[in-house]
């Protein structure tokens, strides 16, 4: 019998070993950086932003779902992110991952999210993917492609004194630091 609980900040080295998992997966064999479990004891800490949940068959873990809390005008308040979910291979299709979305859901009603999100790995992989059904399956609506800029990278390329890969902003930047870009702060208005 599958059971969950919400998880604590004694589950670090669990939590650590289901997530570095996960991201083995996705990564499909390329070099991955090891996950810090003091990192994860870290994010758990934070208990009013990031939660999770963890399914376990007896005493064996099987599964993960970890959410983290965000506000934006469109979700009119704040709303939940399901940041990671992942069950172990033998247990897929077994009713965990949509055991771990309920329990999720529930902590969402409970502190009031307007909605839960969800990230979908690159496409053509997501079409191709059964999460995909799972996630449709529990309810959701596709809503778009999500894109990100990877902060850390700049900033570590910043200390590095390494070029910044090519951007579109760096030739915006390259023309304000020559002046062509008039000065926004001394525009007159009439």
């Known amino acids: 019998m599958v059971t969950t609980r919400e998880v604590s900040l004694d589950d670090a080295g669990t939590v650590t070993k289901m997530v570095a998992a996960l991201l083995a997966e996705l990564r499909a064999g390329h070099t991955q950086p090891v996950l810090d479990e003091q990192l994860v004891a870290d994010l758990l800490a934070m208990n009013e932003r990031v939660s999770g949940f963890l399914a376990f068959s007896e005493e064996c873990p099987v599964g993960i779902i970890m959410l983290s809390e965000s506000a934006a005008l469109f979700a009119r308040g704040t709303y939940g992110i399901i940041t990671e979910l992942y069950v172990v291979p033998d247990q897929r299709s077994s009713g965990v991952a949509m055991r771990l979305i309920r329990a999720a859901v529930g902590l969402g009603t409970t502190k009031g999210w307007g909605q839960l999100e969800v990230g ?45 890969a090519p951007s579109q902003l760096d030739p915006r930047r390259r023309r304000a630091h020559r002046g062509s870009v008039p000065n926004s702060s001394a525009a007159k208005f009439a």
């Open 120 to 164: 979908a790995p690159n496409q053509p992989m997501w079409s191709r993917s059964p999460n995909s059904a799972l996630y449709l399956k529990a309810g959701f609506a596709e809503i778009g492609p999500r894109l990100k800029l990877p902060l850390h990278d700049l900033a570590s390329r910043r200390a590095q004194a390494c070029p910044p």
